[in-house]
């Protein structure tokens, strides 16, 4: 089975100091509306701020936001965040994606050709966006980290790909099938995966509707925890690091992260990655920057560790 690159680091837990690192407490409903994530599984239809607005109606919270914007036609994977967790979307927005796509080719071509032609558009790539986009219309490189074929049949290819934020994969069906010389089109995709969310574990907003429904009945915290996830689910694809309590009062107003007040890192962790910073209770904190590896902060007796990028406390 295919994995993101995040997904197939090794990762380890280096202690700077003996602390006990703890398991994330159960959030309450309330707390998970202020400060949550919905795996939303988008269907095929609305514009994603159509869903948006659905989901700010089911909740009513007012604050909601998603990550990767989805085509009208395009289904699954719709990261949508409530309140606080507005500011971790971007965290998802540029994680790795996972796309099951059908393509249909304009003209015959062996198996043989097609197979060559998708290890030529796998790996590094240089893609051009569409006229429509949200983006700048320039030359820009992107990644693939894998594209499968999964079947063939009268002309019809469904495939899946895993691929760097950002890539327009009607455009590289797009320029395939220049590259065959018969041209091809796309006219179905759905999002398996972005960043850690995956399919598998998505919401229709049917039953999102239906857990609220019965929150508000029962007031028990379990249907909105069945639906709404914290957000330290949603970042645990980046390196992490541990600090202690003598630093959050400072981190709360934006503060780096200095060395001394690390008490453990994850072992992948490498200068310019993006983190996530916790306390000792795995409670998310904030995002930054390192500016050391994770065996300098080790080593490290004093300097800047990690740059603040944003607090969600």
């Not at 036609?73 to 606080?84: A, M, S």
């Not at 999964?150 to 691929?163: A, K, P, Y």
């Amino acid at each position: 089975m295919h994995q993101l690159p995040f997904e197939q680091v090794k990762r380890k837990l280096l202690f700077k100091r003996k602390v006990v690192i703890r398991d994330l407490a159960p959030r309450t409903a309330e707390q998970l509306l202020a400060f949550g994530i919905i795996n939303v599984d988008k269907p095929s239809g609305p514009k994603s701020i159509h869903v948006v607005n659905e989901v700010r109606a089911i909740t009513g919270q007012p604050k909601c936001g998603h990550a990767g914007t989805l085509d009208p036609i395009t289904t699954g994977v719709l990261p949508v965040g409530l309140g606080k967790a507005l500011k971790v979307l971007p965290v998802l927005s540029i994680a790795g994606k996972v796309y099951g796509t059908t393509m249909k080719l304009h003209g015959e071509v062996s198996r043989d050709r097609l197979e060559e032609a998708f290890k030529k558009f796998t790996g590094k790539i240089i893609q051009t966006p569409p006229r429509i986009s949200a983006v700048a219309r320039r030359p820009r490189e992107r990644e693939i980290y894998w594209a499968e074929i999964l079947d063939v049949r009268d002309r019809v290819v469904v495939f899946e790909m895993g691929c760097q934020h950002g890539t327009y994969v009607r455009k590289w069906v797009h320029d395939l099938g220049q590259d065959l010389g018969i041209g091809a089109h796309m006219f179905a995709l759905v999002r398996l995966q972005a960043g850690p969310l995956k399919l598998a574990g998505a919401v229709s907003l049917k039953e999102l509707k239906e857990n609220f429904e019965k929150y508000k009945e029962t007031r028990r915290d379990k249907y909105i925890q069945e639906v709404v996830l914290p957000p330290e689910e949603c970042v645990g694809h980046l390196p992490a690091v541990y600090v202690d309590d003598g630093t959050l009062d400072y981190l709360k107003h934006g503060s780096p992260v200095f060395a001394p007040g690390i008490v453990a890192v994850t072992s992948e962790l490498k200068k310019l990655d993006v983190v996530g910073i916790f306390d000792t209770k795995s409670n998310l904190l904030a995002i930054g920057i390192a500016e050391m590896d994770a065996e300098e902060i080790l080593e490290a007796k004093k300097g800047l560790a990690i740059k603040t990028d944003f607090v969600v406390v």
